[in-house]
């Protein structure tokens, strides 16, 4: 199949374009900017406030298949159970460690792939939003590789819904567990009023990949994230080094496979923080077009099943220790 390189956003090469172009994805995620500021919703909202591109995403929804669009309505329904009452008797916690690790066992129960818990930072909200939660309990879903084989076809956009709905099941019945405990907590799933990917870094989830994706050894990058804001106490997990870095500096697969050269080959600054970017404007209406894209993920060689875990450990064995 011949990919055309895409370089103007919303391009008149796709099925959709603004009469009036929205302001810049990149300049309102804060490309550029060297000082930390929290992030602004572009694109991907829970509804609850009217988004810059928010006619894309209305064409996102229009030109869903309809297997797509029913475990979308499947997973919102499932949300309207995110937050609830919370039982009036507290169940005291002496060990924050232990209880760390029972709820970890309970998500895992519950259908979780992975699960690490980080504390909620500046860096996982966006502006005008203040959840009130020390904690966050942050939960990988796996996709089928199978299915994902299939991107960019519908088929594997059904599956990557599919994941969503089970992630969503997965941290509803997480909250509403610890809710039953006599703690608050809500659950985030697909819809996005946090950022998930700083707090899955700082839970010990994995690393960020040079296609701007989460990397875990695990599932690589084939898998959704989702969170639940908590007031239980809770031990954190530390952030881990699996060694991402150490191959995406030299490797160059996702830049060179993706269709609209979305991805830069260095670090970019973004809101005072250097880091790998992906070029909001030429990724999202491909993205959308194809009803999730997601070639990136699919090269990317930490995402061949069962490759992870020997990768990290070969990438680190390489590493040359610092010269005294
Ligand atoms: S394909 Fe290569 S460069 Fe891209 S994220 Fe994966 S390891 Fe990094
Ligand atoms: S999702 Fe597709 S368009 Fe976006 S960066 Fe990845 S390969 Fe490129």
Same mark, same amino acid.
């Given at each position: 199949?011949?990919?055309?390189?895409?370089?103007? =956003?919303?391009?008149?090469?796709?099925?959709?374009?603004?009469?009036?172009? #929205?302001?810049s994805?990149? *300049?309102?995620?804060?490309?550029?900017?060297?000082?930390?500021?929290?992030?602004?919703?572009?694109?991907?909202?829970?509804?609850?406030? *009217?988004?810059?591109w928010?006619?894309? *995403?209305?064409?996102?929804?229009?030109?869903?298949?309809?297997? !797509?669009?029913?475990l979308?309505?499947?997973?919102?329904?499932?949300?309207?159970?995110?937050?609830?009452p919370?039982?009036?008797?507290?169940?005291p916690?002496? &060990? #924050?460690?232990?209880?760390?690790?029972?709820?970890?066992?309970?998500?895992?129960?519950?259908?979780?792939?992975?699960?690490g !818990?980080?504390?909620?930072? *500046?860096?996982?909200?966006?502006?005008?939003?203040?959840?009130d939660?020390?904690?966050?309990?942050?939960?990988?879903?796996?996709?089928d590789?199978?299915?994902?084989?299939?991107?960019?076809?519908?088929?594997?956009?059904?599956?990557?819904?599919?994941?969503?709905?089970?992630?969503?099941?997965?941290?509803?019945a997480?909250?509403?567990?610890?809710?039953?405990?006599?703690?608050r907590?809500?659950?985030?799933?697909?819809?996005?009023?946090?950022?998930?990917? #700083?707090?899955?870094?700082?839970?010990?989830?994995?690393?960020?990949?040079?296609?701007?994706?989460?990397?875990?050894?695990?599932?690589?990058?084939s898998?959704? @994230?989702?969170?639940?804001?908590?007031?239980? #106490?809770?031990?954190? &997990?530390?952030?881990?080094?699996?060694a !991402?870095?150490?191959?995406?500096?030299?490797?160059?697969?996702?830049?060179? &496979?993706?269709?609209?050269?979305?991805?830069?080959?260095?670090?970019?600054?973004?809101?005072?923080e250097?880091?790998?970017?992906?070029?909001?404007?030429?990724?999202?209406?491909? =993205?959308?077009?194809?009803?999730?894209?997601? @070639?990136?993920?699919?090269?990317?060689?930490?995402?061949?099943?069962?490759?992870?875990p020997?990768?990290?450990?070969k990438?680190?064995s390489?590493?040359?220790?610092?010269? !005294?």
């Open positions: 199949m011949t990919r055309r390189v895409i370089r103007d =956003f919303p391009s008149a090469a796709l099925p959709f374009q603004y009469r009036q172009q #929205p302001r994805g990149n *300049e309102i995620n804060g490309l550029g900017e060297p000082v930390f500021r929290r992030a602004e919703q572009v694109f991907h909202g829970s509804g609850a406030r *009217e988004l810059e928010r006619k894309l *995403e209305l064409f996102f929804a229009l030109i869903n298949p309809f297997r !797509v669009y029913w979308n309505m499947v997973n919102r329904w499932l949300l309207r159970r995110a937050d609830g919370v039982a009036k008797t507290r169940q916690v002496a &060990d #924050p460690r232990a209880m760390a690790e029972a709820i970890k066992q309970r998500a895992r129960a519950l259908g979780a792939g992975a699960v !818990v980080a504390p909620l930072t *500046e860096k996982a909200l966006y502006n005008g939003y203040q959840p939660y020390p904690h966050a309990i942050v939960v990988l879903m796996p996709m590789s199978q299915e994902m084989a299939f991107v960019t076809t519908n088929r594997a956009g059904v599956e990557t819904m599919r994941a969503y709905m089970e992630i969503t099941r997965t941290v509803v997480l909250a509403e567990h610890i809710r039953a405990m006599g703690w907590a809500r659950a985030y799933g697909e819809a996005a009023d946090i950022l998930h990917i #700083p707090l899955a870094i700082d839970a010990g989830l994995g690393q960020l990949g040079k296609h701007g994706s989460l990397i875990c050894t695990e599932f690589g990058s898998m959704r @994230i989702a969170t639940v804001l908590t007031d239980l #106490p809770l031990a954190h &997990d530390q952030p881990v080094d699996i !991402v870095d150490d191959l995406c500096l030299g490797c160059r697969r996702c830049t060179l &496979d993706c269709p609209v050269d979305a991805i830069a080959d260095h670090k970019q600054m973004v809101r005072g250097e880091k790998w970017y992906v070029d909001f404007d030429k990724c999202a209406p491909y =993205f959308t077009h194809t009803v999730g894209c997601g @070639i990136c993920i699919e090269v990317c060689p930490w995402t061949i099943p069962g490759r992870g020997s990768l990290a450990e990438l680190l390489k590493r040359v220790p610092d010269a !005294v």
